[in-house]
């Protein structure tokens, strides 16, 4: 089964139903052109080949096929645009769209949905940079924020409270350690006799690239307060129960290569260039200052307070 057949099944499984084509033009007339012809019909309401193509204009461009290629999200958004149109046949039929505010406030709505698009048109229409350049500046002008993670090597032994109270655990857990410091070379084979982490059958108590973050607060916290290979905690409790806890190694932060954060800063560097873009774009054009004509606060707050000014806000003018 082709792609497209496979999409078309999709829609065939869950919930749409299709019209012979002559059925299609009874309930929606002769169609002039292909984006005027329906994708879907439900009750009165008709979704156009159009009108979801302008839906789909709103998913950004890197995206859009893949979305469109998926038909339980198409499923979703075709459900979605046929409700808004009965539900907005139902406000039409009512009359609710010839309010006098109403219609101030779609036309409003409709201005501010352009505005959004010309500035994603004018975004789009701006000059390339260097993004290079732009990232391997930033990169030499801030060398702290350029540091490999510290990883640390670390074993540990879990005595759990779980079949046991806190104080029996917490008994244990100094004995074992008292045996780790008599021999050293013993931590394995008490790992084994004692530890009850059920991941120690596949590490041997060991985490050797343990980064901040994996762990829960008081084992990292410990571990990262740690400073010398072969050290060795006192019990550390946690939710678990006890941890003895063994500094194998330290691999401290280092710098790293511009190459290897090269990709990500160049997209940092372009998304913040296009960022200033846009808002350098939107100073110059509201750079003038705005003028409210002689009158015109008083003919809005009498029109909401009427001549009760005592109740209305102070506004400056």
Do not use: C
């Not at 089964?1 to 012979?20: D, Y």
């Not at 309401?45 to 859009?64: C, W």
């Not at 004509?293 to 000014?309: C, Q, Y």
């Amino acid at each position: 089964m082709t792609r497209v057949l496979q999409f078309i099944a999709l829609f065939f499984t869950t919930g749409f139903l299709t019209l012979p084509v002559a059925a299609q033009e009874e309930r929606v007339g002769e169609s002039v052109d292909e984006l005027d012809q329906p994708f879907a019909i439900q009750g009165n309401a008709v979704l156009t080949q159009g009108e979801l193509d302008a839906v789909f204009s709103k998913i950004p461009e890197e995206h859009r096929m893949a979305f469109i290629r998926n038909g339980e999200r198409v499923n979703q958004v075709v459900g979605t645009q046929l409700r808004y149109k009965l539900l907005a046949g139902e406000a039409k039929a009512a009359g609710i769209d010839q309010d006098p505010i109403l219609k101030r406030r779609m036309a409003s709505a409709a201005e501010m949905e352009l505005a959004e698009i010309w500035l994603e048109q004018i975004v789009s229409d701006a000059p390339e940079a260097d993004y290079e350049s732009l990232a391997h500046e930033y990169f030499l002008a801030n060398p702290e924020a350029f540091l490999s993670e510290e990883v640390l090597d670390v074993s540990h032994i879990l005595v759990s409270s779980e079949q046991r109270s806190a104080e029996e655990a917490l008994e244990l857990a100094l004995s074992i350690r008292e045996q780790v410091l008599e021999d050293p070379s013993q931590f394995g084979d008490l790992v084994k006799q004692y530890s009850e982490d059920p991941s120690k059958a596949s590490n041997g108590g060991r985490f050797p690239k343990m980064k901040r973050g994996q762990m829960v607060a008081p084992f990292e916290q410990k571990a990262f307060s740690m400073t010398e290979a072969g050290e060795v905690s006192e019990p550390v409790e946690t939710a678990f129960g006890y941890h003895i806890i063994r500094l194998n190694a330290m691999y401290p932060s280092v710098p790293l290569a511009f190459e290897e954060v090269k990709a990500g800063l160049m997209e940092q560097q372009r998304t913040q260039y296009l960022s200033d873009y846009r808002s350098r774009y939107v100073r110059k054009l509201v750079s003038e200052p705005i003028v409210l004509p002689d009158g015109a606060v008083e003919t809005m707050v009498k029109r909401h307070f009427g001549e009760n000014l005592e109740l209305a806000p102070v506004y400056q003018e």
